[in-house]
């Protein structure tokens, strides 16, 4: 009888469960079966959702409900707490399983290129989402001295960072957050937030949504400069062939002919002022300067030659993530990928046999979570098709309790989908006596007391 198609999963964010899950409805699933273990360097899954998006966005934490129902299925293992290739490497991933899928998603900071950048006050937005998100790797505390501050970007990762400064600690106190992260900002002094983009309204990439929510808040007045609000031949193209973006066009619109409010905090949205500059005394931000631009008709801009600077004290950058590479594989610098063609990892032009690629590490960080489902769905096709046509490795040690043997004679502390249950368990009892749904752990060795390692 033929034993079951093992495959290794390194990343159980959303992008590997969603492979998993591929695989789970592939025929293969039937015969010859299916045996997956998922690889993750944190003790807990669930990667982005957990790490990355903001602890006031329930609904979109909620797609864990649907990732729980695929890893509940009983042929898939989690492996916590398990670094690659710090704790396993490719070549023994190799010797257990017969094929290996990469989805190590991004969590670092694309580079922005202008003077200034190192200054002190000036920081990434991966960096500042992972603090506030409670990740066991960074540290406990954040700098929120300033009062005025600058968020460079127009994607949903921008407004994130722009909510959590104009919130208050009182606000955000009601969601996960952990006790250091209400400490951190309630001792926040911002009171102005100023959000800047390149280009105009129709070229913003934040989602309608996340963009209205902005306004929610009782305490942030947003504020939008009517001479922002201008559209060229190409920007009319773009609304009329993008709904979403026509719907945040006219959510900018209806903001920039209101009348300003009383709330507290100030959330500037600025359009077509391109950061040039980030200027210092001391070797500290004390402003940020800016390049005025103009629409050249195609929905693109160029510079005015007409500069500001902006009294800021700290700066904010939110330009895009970079995935970290990945040792024993290719690596694409200036896209931040592995090379790969429709998910099988690509060598000097050919396939590396038995290794594949999904999610963010296969395509770059754009799209939505849900995005990750046709990229795992094409991936787990062609790693399927490989089983068929005989071009996948023999594993030397393909049985079940091989892997597990080879962690612990490392002196590995994994942690299993039972011990989830346990520390999601002890996270919700945490938060019980307030009245919150849970308070999150951040300590890794905490997380792992918890979770039975």
């Known amino acids: 009888m033929p034993r079951p198609l093992r495959t290794a999963i390194v990343g159980a964010g959303p992008a590997g469960i969603y492979a998993a899950d591929a695989l789970l409805k592939s025929a293969a699933a039937t015969d010859p079966g299916v045996s997956i273990d998922l690889f993750e360097k944190m003790p807990a899954p669930f990667g982005l959702i957990r790490y990355g998006v903001a602890p006031d966005h329930p609904r979109i934490k909620g797609i864990v409900t649907a990732l729980h129902q695929v890893l509940d299925k009983p042929q898939i293992r989690l492996f916590g707490n398990v670094d690659y290739p710090g704790d396993i490497s490719l070549d023994e991933l190799h010797e257990f399983y017969d094929a290996v899928i990469f989805s190590t998603g991004a969590d670092a900071d694309r580079a922005l290129d202008i003077p200034g950048i190192e200054l002190d006050g000036s920081y990434g937005a991966a960096d500042f989402v992972s603090w506030y998100d409670g990740h066991p790797d960074v540290p406990r505390t954040w700098p929120l001295h300033a009062e005025k501050v600058a968020v460079l970007g127009v994607g949903n990762v921008a407004l994130d960072v722009a909510r959590i400064l104009a919130k208050t600690a009182d606000e955000l106190l009601p969601t996960e957050i952990p006790p250091n992260v209400y400490d951190g900002l309630k001792a926040n002094r911002a009171r102005e937030v100023h959000v800047f983009g390149r280009r105009g309204p129709a070229q913003a990439k934040f989602s309608p949504m996340e963009l209205r929510e902005l306004d929610h808040s009782p305490t942030i007045e947003v504020i939008v400069d009517p001479e922002d609000i201008d559209y060229d031949e190409g920007s009319i193209a773009t609304r009329r062939s993008n709904k979403q973006a026509d719907m945040v066009a006219k959510t900018l619109e209806n903001w920039a002919i209101r009348d300003t409010g009383d709330r507290p905090h100030k959330l500037f949205l600025h359009f077509f002022e391109s950061p040039t500059e980030i200027l210092g005394e001391d070797g500290t931000v004390v402003a940020l300067r800016t390049e005025r631009t103009r629409l050249d008709g195609s929905g693109n801009v160029v510079g005015t030659g007409e500069f500001h600077d902006w009294d800021v004290q700290g700066v904010y950058r939110a330009v895009g993530y970079l995935s970290d590479e990945l040792p024993k594989l290719p690596w694409d610098v200036e896209s931040g990928t592995v090379p790969n063609e429709g998910g099988r990892v690509l060598e000097a032009g050919r396939h590396l046999p038995s290794t594949y690629v999904t999610g963010w590490i296969r395509r770059g960080p754009v799209g939505l979570i849900g995005h990750t489902k046709g990229d795992a769905n094409e991936t ?36 299993t989908w039972e011990g989830w249950h346990r520390l999601d368990e002890a996270e919700k009892a945490l938060g019980e ?21």
């Open 380 to 415: 787990v096709a062609n790693l399927l098709d490989d089983h068929a046509q005989g071009r996948l490795r023999t594993p030397s040690a393909p049985e079940p309790d091989a892997v597990d043997a080879f962690l612990a004679e490392r002196g590995v502390r994994w942690t």
């Open 433 to 453: 006596p307030q009245g919150r749904e849970r308070v999150k752990i951040v300590e890794r060795e905490e997380m792992l007391r918890a979770s039975g390692a």
